[in-house]
């Protein structure tokens, strides 16, 4: 079967790093994305990994491991702006994506 | 310049009223999505299109329909709403299906509220 699953919510200081985690289980994989979206908005694309590694991206970053099937966020100098859900999502072999619920972001000063 | 475009914003109707929601876009994308997304959940594939060839989740009521007449334009009829059919109702795009991954680009969303 499929499934995946992240963190339900976290919260982080303004400044601060933080890192999403993400877990999924599946037989075919084509890449893994990460979302963000903010309250009441549409989600706004991330990241993308196909390979095993880091990209970064400015302040976000985000790892693969497909042995291990998982992915993480990394979010470094956190700011206000930055309080939103972080949505993780892997392509499956038909390429469809495979959605997680959302980690919650909160922000504090 | 909006990309995905979504008509309208915020939608009431009253239960077992009929709607139907619209979706355009400029990027000449093959491939639409039409997405439920209820609070703090998962966004729920409920269609796409690569290009006119219609994919119907296996799961999707039949309650929900969908029509593309052309490239630029999607729409969502909801026969008869439920209230468990509130919710947001994302439109998406994308470039290619099926070569490899392509992000998706997603509309803002229409806020569907049955009274």
């Known amino acids: 079967g499929q499934n995946i699953d992240q963190p339900t919510e976290m919260t982080a200081t303004e400044g601060a790093i933080v890192q999403i985690n993400c877990t999924y289980q599946?037989?075919?994989?084509?890449?893994l994305f990460w979302y963000q979206q903010h309250a009441g908005e549409a989600p706004t694309f991330l990241s993308y990994?196909?390979l095993d590694g880091l990209e970064e991206k400015g302040r976000f970053s985000s790892f693969l491991s497909r042995s291990k099937g998982y992915s993480y966020l990394l979010l470094k100098e956190l700011q206000m702006k930055d309080s939103a859900s972080y949505l993780c999502?892997?392509?499956?072999?038909?390429?469809?994506?495979?959605w997680g619920a959302g980690t919650k972001l909160i922000i504090k000063p | 310049d909006a990309m995905v475009i979504q008509n309208p914003r915020y939608q009431v109707t009253q239960f077992g009223k009929p709607v139907t929601l619209s979706c355009s876009q400029t990027?000449?994308?093959?491939?639409m999505y039409w997405y439920q997304q209820k609070s703090s959940q998962a966004p729920k594939l409920l269609f796409h299109y690569y290009d006119k060839d219609f994919n119907n989740e296996a799961d999707t009521p039949d309650n929900f329909q969908s029509r593309r007449p052309n490239t630029s334009f999607c729409f969502l009829d909801i026969r008869s709403p439920g209230l468990g059919d509130a919710a947001m109702y994302l439109c998406?795009?994308?470039?290619?299906?099926?070569?490899?991954?392509?992000?998706?680009?997603f509309g803002p969303g229409t806020r569907l509220t049955v009274t």
């Open positions: 998406a795009t994308s470039r290619v299906a099926g070569q490899g991954a392509d992000e998706q680009y």
């Open positions: 999502a892997f392509m499956d072999s038909n390429y469809q994506l495979i």
């Open positions: 990027l000449n994308h093959n491939v």
């Open positions: 599946t037989s075919g994989f084509n890449g």
């Open positions: 990994n196909v």
